[in-house]
């Protein structure tokens, strides 16, 4: 595991403590926002998108995840 999923892991499971809204940005340029809630093992979370539901999230595939923030304007 390289540093970079190390990082992403620590603030999934930071956002998952924190039912904290996110932003997900996946590597194949997607991205999803709302809630992780739950966790499968170490690799994939569960997480409720607000256009598709419940969903797998899985470790490899994200590029980038943060703090949810509203558009402004």
């Known amino acids: 595991m390289d ?3 190390k990082r992403i892991k620590a603030k ?3 956002f998952l403590n924190e039912s904290m809204r996110v932003h ?3 590597k194949d340029r997607l991205f999803w ?6 966790k499968k093992n170490e690799d ?6 607000d256009k598709f539901g419940l969903m797998h999230l899985f470790v490899a595939d994200i590029w980038e995840v943060e703090e949810y923030r509203e558009e402004e304007g």
């Open 3 to 5: 540093d970079n999923e």
């Open 12 to 14: 999934l499971n930071f």
């Open 24 to 26: 997900v940005e996946r």
């Open 33 to 38: 926002n709302g809630i992780i809630v739950g």
């Open 44 to 49: 994939v979370f569960i997480f409720n998108d």
